[in-house]
């Protein structure tokens, strides 16, 4: 599992998309601890291997 973040610290309620090397499989996280799980749970299913890559911030306004 490889984490790539573009800003130091956090990661706290960042998003995440996390992408398999192995197959199509992707899935949208929000927080690094949501990613990793996604990451481990499809690597143990499958023993592919997922990169979580930090999705840019949202900048929605209500
Ligand atoms: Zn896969």
Request: glycine fraction near 12%.
């Amino acid at each position: 599992m490889t984490t790539k973040e573009t800003a130091p610290g956090g990661g706290e309620g960042k998003r995440y998309l996390v992408d398999c090397n192995g197959c199509s499989y992707e899935r949208a996280a929000t927080g690094r601890d949501e990613a990793t799980r996604i990451g481990t749970d499809h690597r143990r299913e499958t023993g592919h291997e997922l990169v979580a890559i930090e999705l840019p911030p949202t900048t929605e306004t209500a």
